[in-house]
């Protein structure tokens, strides 16, 4: 996929506001994530001649971090949380039933792009464990039987 | 409003107890009727939990509804709704607790809210199905005082937490904010650090290491640029406490970052945050702009010559983060990876600069011990460990929620005072301590007093106070695979020990659970813990084997059974499982076959079904769904 002309120029603007500064190479990445929605190959060298660092440094921090991603994440970014109190509670067997009724693996998108799976380690609801987050929305004291039916209220 | 003597506060603290008079009164005298505008209470407050917790439970909703009802009675203006940060009790989420009768609501949903204000804030009659309920006698309670998880918690970093709104920074000068600081900045900062030594404050992110003596250390290098950092990247899956405080007390960190601040001769402050944490950040920003606006950050703080500014940075989900080599390599701008001390921090931290790092467990209790005094925080708490600690208590535990408790507490305490006990009348396992780094402690635990040292010598550690429950159903072989598989997945691969010899250990438990592991690999599992315990190269690689030694020790013959006959107890390990129906006890009711995700059951109605195995993705749905216990499972 080719990031546009008009992205790449952001990128660029991006850096210019935190002064081409290297220090501030992981808050600079922390917005272009927001904007572009990941950090692809050609945003990284984008990033490593604002900073005049090597791209292979950016690329290094790039995929160091959890939270940066190199692919695009889905319309609907489906995370099921792995802590240890969702843990206790079965939220292996949500993920295992996401894994299922979504069709892909950990850290993939679904081919139409609407849907892609991560795990996290602990959104703080431990109190209602097991937990996963679709888009900004927490569902909670998950079982597997329902996830079929989560997953079609997106489908529609 | 701005702020720029020590007088100033003073006369903005008498304004602002005025608003949080009705609160404070509710706190000290408890009555036990329904206050109610139709019975001649003239103001009442509604305090509606904004944490993390309850805001997953519609939190925020319930606010909406409550503005819109005020707004509709007509009694918005004798009524006001309020935002305060965690209470402590997320099991029983969302919260809500009105004043002045201090009355306490749980689980309560968008659609209670009418409820509440017709018949609590107007009529002054309490609304009996959502108070809290004892698990005991069945008695309704009304005051939260009264509940058994509140009654032996003592709280002191989370002492503003659920009563203040934290994103009004008058509330917490009501409180005696910022005071510790006014009164510092009249002081020798070296007796100020006295203080903070004589109180016997330890760090609260895990290691225990003493805060005076720590500052006092960065103290001594003289540098133009000096740093204090504050560690907020709480990484620990099930540890919450660092989140709750900087969403509900935000102001007590800043105010601890500047007294450090003083006493080490530093101007700038870093928080250090997880970007996982947005509401927390939301909060820390709201504080930093309104603690600027009134100039207590910013040039000659409360009119002396002392200028401090604190900015935040970002973590981007890296676990090692936590270390503090590794904290300061991120705020730089590079991968996350811990460098060999000394050089301590404290000598050349942060881009070279003496940098000292506290987490913000620890930060909360400064302002308040230097109001209290040192020997006030030190009369409370064992010998060495002094004060209170925060525990996350999840996990197969009927109260999951946030704890502050006194050094000293026992596990047991905990788990079925506080706890309630474990859920479902299973019978309690393990308390797993420490996050990954920790271990699992037994029944023959529960009756030592907690502090560092006992939760060390017992083979687990304090950490930053993750606690989970583990009952019978939980396979101890697979919970040491689980800390270890996080290990593994955040290990920054700097240091052999670390990334091979983990990776090995994980292989290892793979071969166990599934049922290919023989007895000698027990003993290379041990070797190989021990190895990697002494030559790993930081704090995460060091204690990542604890998980694996404590439960060995502990639980060693449920590994010895795994390998000898391939059995799991706890039928978690799927490939030691073979799931079937009893035929004689199967009615063919096809709920099984309905619920099976995998279409593995199949059948007539009324007569016995059956599972085919090759197809059993060994779920466990079909025994979720079986009302006559006909799943059987060896």
Same mark, same amino acid.
């Given at each position: 996929?080719?990031?546009?002309?008009?992205?790449?120029?952001?990128?660029?603007?991006?850096?210019?506001?935190?002064?081409?500064?290297?220090?501030?190479?992981?808050?600079?990445?922390?917005?272009?994530?927001?904007?572009?929605?990941?950090?692809?190959?050609?945003?990284?060298?984008?990033?490593?001649?604002?900073?005049?660092?090597?791209?292979?440094?950016?690329?290094?921090?790039?995929?160091?971090?959890?939270?940066?991603?190199?692919?695009?994440?889905?319309?609907?970014?489906?995370?099921?949380?792995?802590?240890?109190?969702?843990?206790?509670?079965?939220?292996?067997?949500?993920?295992?039933?996401?894994?299922?009724?979504?069709?892909?693996?950990?850290?993939?998108?679904?081919?139409?792009?609407?849907?892609?799976?991560?795990?996290?380690?602990?959104?703080?609801?431990?109190?209602?464990?097991?937990?996963?987050?679709?888009?900004?929305?927490?569902?909670?004291?998950?079982?597997?039987?329902?996830?079929?039916?989560?997953?079609?209220?997106?489908?529609? | 409003?701005?702020?720029?003597?020590?007088?100033?506060?003073?006369?903005?603290?008498?304004?602002?107890?005025?608003?949080?008079?009705?609160?404070?009164?509710?706190?000290?005298?408890?009555?036990?009727?329904?206050?109610?505008?139709?019975?001649?209470?003239?103001?009442?407050?509604?305090?509606?939990?904004?944490?993390?917790?309850?805001?997953?439970?519609?939190?925020?909703?319930?606010?909406?509804?409550?503005?819109?009802?005020?707004?509709?009675?007509?009694?918005?203006?004798?009524?006001?709704?309020?935002?305060?940060?965690?209470?402590?009790?997320?099991?029983?989420?969302?919260?809500?607790?009105?004043?002045?009768?201090?009355?306490?609501?749980?689980?309560?949903?968008?659609?209670?809210?009418?409820?509440?204000?017709?018949?609590?804030?107007?009529?002054?009659?309490?609304?009996?199905?959502?108070?809290?309920?004892?698990?005991?006698?069945?008695?309704?309670?009304?005051?939260?005082?009264?509940?058994?998880?509140?009654?032996?918690?003592?709280?002191?970093?989370?002492?503003?937490?659920?009563?203040?709104?934290?994103?009004?920074?008058?509330?917490?000068?009501?409180?005696?904010?910022?005071?510790?600081?006014?009164?510092?900045?009249?002081?020798?900062?070296?007796?100020?650090?006295?203080?903070?030594?004589?109180?016997?404050?330890?760090?609260?992110?895990?290691?225990?290491?003493?805060?005076?003596?720590?500052?006092?250390?960065?103290?001594?290098?003289?540098?133009?640029?000096?740093?204090?950092?504050?560690?907020?990247?709480?990484?620990?899956?099930?540890?919450?406490?660092?989140?709750?405080?900087?969403?509900?007390?935000?102001?007590?960190?800043?105010?601890?970052?500047?007294?450090?601040?003083?006493?080490?001769?530093?101007?700038?402050?870093?928080?250090?945050?997880?970007?996982?944490?947005?509401?927390?950040?939301?909060?820390?920003?709201?504080?930093?702009?309104?603690?600027?606006?009134?100039?207590?950050?910013?040039?000659?703080?409360?009119?002396?010559?002392?200028?401090?500014?604190?900015?935040?940075?970002?973590?981007?989900?890296?676990?090692?983060?936590?270390?503090?080599?590794?904290?300061?390599?991120?705020?730089?701008?590079?991968?996350?990876?811990?460098?060999?001390?000394?050089?301590?921090?404290?000598?050349?931290?942060?881009?070279?600069?003496?940098?000292?790092?506290?987490?913000?467990?620890?930060?909360?209790?400064?302002?308040?011990?230097?109001?209290?005094?040192?020997?006030?925080?030190?009369?409370?708490?064992?010998?060495?460990?002094?004060?209170?600690?925060?525990?996350?208590?999840?996990?197969?535990?009927?109260?999951?929620?946030?704890?502050?408790?006194?050094?000293?507490?026992?596990?047991?305490?905990?788990?079925?005072?506080?706890?309630?006990?474990?859920?479902?009348?299973?019978?309690?396992?393990?308390?797993?301590?420490?996050?990954?780094?920790?271990?699992?402690?037994?029944?023959?635990?529960?009756?030592?007093?907690?502090?560092?040292?006992?939760?060390?010598?017992?083979?687990?550690?304090?950490?930053?106070?993750?606690?989970?429950?583990?009952?019978?159903?939980?396979?101890?072989?697979?919970?040491?695979?689980?800390?270890?598989?996080?290990?593994?997945?955040?290990?920054?691969?700097?240091?052999?020990?670390?990334?091979?010899?983990?990776?090995?250990?994980?292989? &290892?438990? %793979?071969?166990?659970?599934? +049922?290919? /592991?023989?007895?000698?690999?027990?003993?290379? !599992?041990?070797? =190989? @813990?021990?190895? &990697?315990? %002494?030559?790993?190269?930081? +704090?995460? /690689?060091?204690?990542?084997?604890?998980?694996? !030694?404590?439960? =060995? @020790?502990?639980?060693?013959?449920?590994?010895?059974?795994?390998?000898?006959?391939?059995?799991?107890?706890?039928?978690?390990?799927?490939? =030691?499982?073979?799931?079937?129906?009893?035929?004689?006890?199967?009615?063919?009711?096809?709920?099984?076959?309905?619920?099976?995700?995998?279409?593995?059951?199949?059948?007539?109605?009324?007569?016995?079904?059956?599972?085919?195995?090759?197809?059993?993705?060994?779920?466990?749905?079909?025994?979720?769904?079986?009302?006559?216990?006909?799943?059987?499972?060896?």
């Amino acid at each position: 996929m080719k990031v546009s002309c008009e992205a790449l120029r952001k990128v660029e603007e991006i850096c210019k506001k935190f002064n081409n500064d290297p220090g501030e190479l992981i808050t600079i990445l922390h917005e272009c994530q927001n904007s572009l929605g990941y950090i692809p190959e050609d945003v990284q060298r984008v990033i490593a001649r604002c900073l005049g660092i090597p791209a292979q440094k950016v690329y290094g921090v790039v995929t160091f971090y959890s939270f940066f991603s190199m692919v695009p994440k889905g319309k609907y970014p489906v995370s099921v949380c792995l802590g240890t109190a969702c843990y206790v509670r079965g939220g292996d067997k949500v993920l295992e039933e996401f894994k299922r009724v979504l069709g892909i693996e950990v850290g993939e998108t679904t081919p139409d792009g609407k849907f892609s799976l991560d795990c996290l380690r602990c959104v703080g609801a431990c109190g209602l464990a097991p937990v996963a987050t679709i888009g900004e929305k927490v569902y909670g004291r998950l079982n597997p039987s329902d996830i079929k039916k989560i997953v079609s209220e997106f489908d529609s | 409003m701005f702020i720029n003597s020590p007088d100033a506060l003073e006369s903005i603290r008498q304004e602002a107890v005025k608003a949080l008079s009705l609160r404070e009164k509710s706190n000290s005298s408890i009555s036990a009727e329904a206050a109610g505008l139709e019975k001649g209470t003239p103001h009442m407050q509604i305090l509606c939990c904004g944490g993390t917790g309850c805001k997953a439970s519609e939190s925020a909703k319930i606010v909406e509804n409550f503005h819109a009802s005020l707004e509709a009675h007509g009694i918005a203006d004798k009524v006001d709704v309020v935002v305060p940060g965690c209470f402590g009790f997320c099991e029983k989420g969302p919260i809500v607790k009105i004043v002045p009768d201090n009355t306490f609501y749980t689980s309560v949903r968008p659609s209670d809210v009418e409820e509440i204000v017709t018949s609590h804030i107007i009529a002054g009659v309490k609304v009996e199905r959502l108070l809290y309920q004892d698990p005991g006698s069945g008695e309704h309670i009304s005051d939260s005082k009264h509940m058994n998880f509140y009654r032996k918690q003592l709280r002191i970093a989370l002492r503003n937490c659920g009563f203040i709104n934290p994103e009004d920074i008058r509330e917490y000068i009501a409180r005696d904010g910022y005071k510790a600081l006014a009164d510092s900045l009249k002081r020798d900062s070296a007796d100020v650090l006295a203080d903070i030594k004589a109180s016997g404050l330890r760090g609260r992110g895990g290691a225990g290491f003493p805060t005076g003596v720590k500052w006092d250390i960065a103290r001594k290098f003289d540098a133009p640029d000096k740093y204090v950092v504050c560690n907020a990247d709480e990484g620990d899956p099930g540890a919450f406490m660092d989140r709750s405080i900087m969403e509900g007390d935000p102001n007590s960190v800043l105010e601890a970052m500047m007294i450090c601040g003083y006493c080490i001769n530093a101007h700038h402050g870093l928080i250090y945050i997880r970007a996982e944490y947005p509401l927390a950040v939301h909060r820390l920003q709201v504080a930093i702009a309104q603690a600027r606006e009134c100039g207590l950050l910013g040039k000659n703080i409360l009119g002396t010559c002392f200028d401090f500014d604190i900015e935040i940075r970002y973590g981007a989900g890296a676990f090692v983060c936590g270390e503090e080599t590794a904290l300061i390599h991120s705020m730089e701008g590079k991968r996350g990876e811990p460098t060999l001390k000394p050089p301590f921090p404290a000598e050349a931290g942060y881009f070279g600069r003496p940098t000292n790092v506290n987490n913000v467990e620890t930060l909360a209790n400064v302002p308040v011990i230097l109001t209290k005094g040192p020997q006030w925080f030190a009369s409370i708490g064992t010998e060495k460990s002094k004060g209170t600690k925060v525990f996350a208590l999840a996990g197969k535990i009927n109260n999951v929620g946030l704890i502050e408790v006194p050094m000293g507490t026992t596990l047991r305490e905990i788990i079925y005072d506080i706890g309630g006990g474990v859920k479902n009348g299973k019978k309690f396992k393990a308390v797993q301590t420490g996050g990954p780094s920790g271990g699992c402690l037994t029944e023959k635990h529960l009756d030592i007093p907690i502090d560092y040292e006992s939760l060390a010598a017992a083979g687990s550690m304090m950490g930053s106070g993750g606690m989970i429950v583990m009952d019978e159903d939980d396979c101890m072989v697979s919970v040491a695979k689980f800390f270890l598989e996080f290990t593994v997945g955040e290990s920054c691969g700097k240091c052999t020990p670390c990334r091979i010899g983990n990776k090995r250990m994980l292989e &290892i438990l %793979d071969r166990i659970t599934d +049922g290919r /592991g023989t007895m000698e690999d027990l003993d290379t !599992l041990e070797n =190989l @813990a021990k190895v &990697i315990k %002494d030559t790993a190269l930081c +704090g995460l /690689g060091q204690t990542s084997p604890n998980p694996v !030694l404590s439960t =060995l @020790a502990n639980f060693r013959e449920e590994y010895e059974e795994h390998v000898r006959d391939h059995v799991c107890r706890a039928h978690k390990c799927k490939s =030691l499982l073979t799931y079937s129906i009893d035929p004689v006890l199967c009615k063919g009711c096809s709920a099984c076959a309905r619920g099976c995700p995998a279409e593995a059951i199949v059948g007539e109605v009324r007569k016995p079904f059956v599972i085919n195995p090759e197809k059993c993705i060994r779920c466990g749905m079909c025994i979720s769904r079986c009302k006559f216990g006909a799943i059987n499972v060896i």
